[in-house]
């Protein structure tokens, strides 16, 4: 199975600031996610990150406020940009390997916005 | 849109009691994903379902899935305290060719208490 690992894994943050969150897998996967979980909610997919082209986006998530770059088939970078204390929240990296079925999951990186 | 929805979203238990966790979902799908997440960490996979009439079985937790029906459930057999968890189950939607996004959509979560 992937392993994947997430940068930073915790940060407290001040409003109007930008963070970049980076994601590495242990191998090549094709399709990578970028996912938000708010306090005690579920999670909910903010794009898919395409190898080599711009990011595709979920409604209600925009490329200006949620940077995403994907240089190659194992890495990716989430920013999330002039921050509020709307987007303390867990971000969570994900892939799925190849035609594999199983859809795995970085550890998250809790942020926390004052 | 996709909306999956899962009851109850708290579940308290007594241990060795049996409970079942559903999960509905709005469109046509045949892969089902059931994950726990534990408090401060992030999601473990426990089940992928591929085709109408899966079940799956680890320890006490066993996964089935309708696709008829839009329904799976997530079937707990005498409870233990260390079930007590977050569980979540995810749909992820084929598009017309029949290829899978890997795009998950996620039911809102069943918070899971076992307690003597």
């Known amino acids: 199975s992937a392993v994947i690992s997430q940068k930073p894994s915790r940060d407290i943050c001040q409003r109007g600031t930008s963070l970049t969150i980076q994601c590495q897998v242990d191998s090549q996967v094709t399709m990578m996610f970028w996912y938000r979980q708010q306090p005690g909610q579920s999670l909910t997919l903010i794009a898919t990150?395409?190898?080599?082209?711009?990011?595709?986006?979920e409604s209600g998530f925009v490329i200006d406020k949620f940077p995403i770059s994907r240089p190659n088939l194992t890495f990716s970078t989430l920013t999330v940009s002039n921050m509020s204390p709307e987007d303390s929240s867990i971000y969570l990296c994900?892939?799925?390997?190849?035609?594999?079925?199983?859809?795995?999951f970085g550890e998250g990186s809790w942020l926390t916005v004052v | 849109e996709l909306k999956v929805e899962q009851n109850p979203l708290f579940l308290s238990m007594q241990e060795g009691k049996n409970y079942t966790i559903y999960c509905n979902y709005s469109?046509?799908?045949?892969?089902l994903y059931w994950y726990r997440q534990d408090p401060g960490k992030s999601l473990e996979s426990l089940f992928v379902?591929?085709?109408?009439?899966a079940v799956k079985q680890e320890g006490r937790l066993m996964a089935s899935l309708d696709t008829k029906a839009r329904l799976s459930t997530l079937h707990i057999t005498a409870a233990v305290h260390d079930l007590s968890a977050t569980y979540f189950c995810a749909v992820d939607k084929r598009n017309a060719g029949g290829t899978s996004y890997g795009k998950l959509t996620f039911g809102q979560g069943t918070i899971l208490t076992v307690h003597p």
């Open positions: 469109t046509t799908s045949d892969r």
């Open positions: 994900s892939v799925r390997e190849g035609a594999g079925n199983t859809i795995y």
């Open positions: 990150a395409n190898q080599g082209s711009e990011a595709t986006y």
């Open positions: 379902l591929l085709s109408n009439g």
